[in-house]
């Protein structure tokens, strides 16, 4: 790679206008940090190619890279807060105050932002808009710390989102939300520590704020390409990029200041097209598709493009070149994997050979840092053609424990695996040893010497990695394997704002996935309930072992009706009450059999957080 290029140096310290004192840490009103820098003070400041050999050195370089932080003057009149978050704040001047675009994961963070750099630096004006990019939640979760909720009712500030955001926003993190929560706990390196060792970035920047995540609802809405959005003096010309990086996103070009807006379409690494905290797969095709799009309607106008991750890149013909090459690394690796797959290669064979082209892997933009060449590849496979490999021997394979336990006997015996094993970490054959001491470890999760080796293992792989999710995901693997589980306080995903803009057909969704199916078994229940409130009604019943409800109606044979309020009822989503409480607190009416709710309640899993994942 061309260390000696350092143009992404230059593009990540250029127009700094004013910088949070070093080290940058932003606190919660408890004193605690919910942003921290001071821990990566290992990192240096060198642009050289120094890493350690426990970090892949171009890991090592964006980890430097995303901690220059501070208030960043893209243009005159558009600005960047970069490095106070894992996600970018970005803020236009208009006639009479500023929209701030992707306001952060939490309202410390976005909140001290504002107070401390912008209003001091750029002018102490209102927000008259935000604008969420798209449905993830570090780019609308600090909103709540820039503007209030009577603003907004008073329309004074505008919330403007890409049509379908909020079930997005709120779907992602609910059906399976217990489980790609605790894979994100892996992911982001939130468990390790920081340091050459440790976790050293997450590849999109450092890590995510563990502040106060909020959610307000979008008063304005991006619904096609090509609509015109003007907001106090600035047009916006949009550009619909559903299914792309997120299943709600959109890009929008700014002719008055000939700036493009790419949301996360276009940073400076090879983005997700599956993420390993686990999510639907993302379509290269489409993304392609958006980014030519771009380059069609804009292609000639755009002086500087910037993102809700990483730096922007100036001049028109960086620009295209930037787009084009991201434009072409989706591309491809969609075309290739499809092109291989078509003639008749399995996942893991196309992951193994596929190489992005020369102009592409060697530039730094297009570089495996969240995303790898990899598991994007076998994620292209998955998008078109699913799990199966079409190979019958891979179709009902035995689980994890099962196999283990029939490979170590064949293999004669736990002792002989971890002897051989040990030769071959010693020719550096780590992904041989990960899978066969990992069945070791699965046929026998007290085998501590089995333990430790894939311990170490896991760390010399991710000391190998360059992508930092990788990093992160082996070695809190071998953190894991190590010291077993360590609870934790569980971040909390469900912030009573989630709950509140939760369609409540999405509630009796989740409900239907709490429901254990062998509790259920032999039962039926029939519930009426009425919301007061929201004028709604439902009937919600269980039947063989499944639930299921029809809208607008209740049945007169139900065991059980209630009557209620939906803010009432969000107490009960959150937690924060049960229905018997508010049965008795006068909050609900409940009339027929109080028993038949009892068994239903019965019948719902509470999900564990702490699962174990690197053991049985
Ligand atoms: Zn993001």
């Not at 995510?208 to 809405?221: C, E, K, N």
């Not at 990086?245 to 959109?250: K, L, N, V």
């Not at 550096?428 to 080796?453: C, I, M, S, T």
């Amino acid at each position: 790679m061309p260390f000696s290029d350092v143009q992404d140096f230059k593009d990540a310290r250029r127009g700094l206008l004013a910088a949070l004192p070093d080290p940058a840490i932003i606190k919660n009103s408890d004193g605690a940090p919910v942003w921290d820098l001071s821990v990566y003070s290992f990192l240096g400041t060198s642009e050289a190619d120094d890493a350690p050999d426990t970090v892949n050195p171009s890991l090592w370089r964006m980890a430097k890279l995303n901690m220059l932080h501070g208030l960043f003057e893209v243009v005159d009149g558009i600005y960047q807060a970069r490095g106070y978050d894992l996600s970018v704040m970005s803020i236009i001047r208009t006639d009479s105050g500023y929209i701030v675009i992707d306001p952060l994961v939490s309202a410390e963070t976005a909140g001290a932002v504002w107070k401390q750099l912008v209003s001091p630096k750029l002018g102490d004006k209102p927000i008259v808009a935000v604008i969420y990019t798209h449905s993830h939640v570090d780019h609308y979760g600090g909103v709540r710390g820039l503007v209030q909720q009577s603003d907004i009712d008073a329309g004074k500030v505008k919330i403007l989102a890409p049509a379908d955001f909020t079930e997005a926003a709120v779907g992602e993190n609910i059906i399976a939300g217990n489980a790609m929560s605790r894979r994100a706990s892996y992911m982001y390196g939130n468990l390790l520590p920081r340091g050459a060792t440790g976790q050293v970035d997450g590849g999109l920047g450092k890590s995510t704020s563990t502040g106060t995540v909020g959610l307000a609802l979008p008063t304005d809405w991006a619904t096609e390409t090509g609509q015109k959005i003007n907001i106090d003096g600035v047009e916006l010309q949009v550009i619909m990029a559903p299914n792309s990086e997120a299943p709600s996103e959109f890009m929008f070009y700014l002719p008055k200041f000939k700036a493009f807006c790419a949301a996360e379409d276009a940073c400076h690494t090879l983005h997700n097209l599956y993420t390993l905290r686990g999510a639907k797969v993302r379509d290269g095709l489409l993304w392609s598709k958006y980014l030519q799009q771009t380059l069609d309607l804009y292609g000639d106008q755009i002086e500087v493009l910037f993102t809700s991750h990483h730096w922007p890149t100036w001049g028109n013909g960086q620009v295209v070149t930037h787009l084009k090459k991201q434009r072409d690394m989706f591309r491809f690796l969609h075309d290739q994997v499809m092109r291989m797959a078509n003639s008749g290669m399995t996942p893991k064979e196309i992951g193994e050979v596929i190489r992005l082209p020369q102009a592409l892997a060697t530039t730094w933009a297009c570089r495996s840092y969240y995303g790898t060449v990899y598991h994007d590849a076998v994620a292209q496979y998955n998008l078109r053609l699913g799990f199966f490999d079409g190979v019958p021997a891979t179709l009902h394979q035995l689980p994890p424990t099962d196999a283990g336990a029939r490979y170590v006997d064949f293999m004669g015996g736990a002792d002989n695996v971890l002897r051989r094993a040990r030769e071959s970490f010693a020719r550096g054959d780590y992904r041989w040893v990960a899978e066969v001491v990992n069945h070791v470890v699965f046929a026998d999760a007290n085998n501590v010497p089995a333990k430790q080796l894939l311990a170490d293992t896991y760390e010399q792989l991710g000391y190998q990695a360059e992508s930092g999710p990788w990093r992160n995901f082996y070695l809190t693997g071998a953190r894991e394997l190590r010291q077993g589980v360590q609870k934790l306080p569980t971040p909390n995903t469900a912030s009573a704002d989630t709950i509140k803009a939760m369609p409540i057909e999405m509630f009796f969704d989740f409900l239907g996935v709490r429901l254990n199916g062998d509790r259920a078994a032999g039962k039926t229940v029939s519930i009426n309930l009425e919301l007061t409130d929201t004028r709604q009604k439902y009937n919600v019943g269980v039947e063989n072992s499944a639930i299921h409800y029809s809208k607008d109606r209740t049945l007169p044979g139900a065991d059980v009706s209630i009557v209620t309020t939906r803010a009432d009822l969000n107490d009960v989503m959150l937690g924060a009450s049960t229905m018997e409480k508010q049965v008795i607190e006068g909050k609900a009416k409940l009339t027929g059999d109080p028993k038949k709710m009892a068994e239903f309640v019965g019948m719902l899993d509470t999900f564990d957080f702490w699962f174990n994942i690197v053991t049985a």
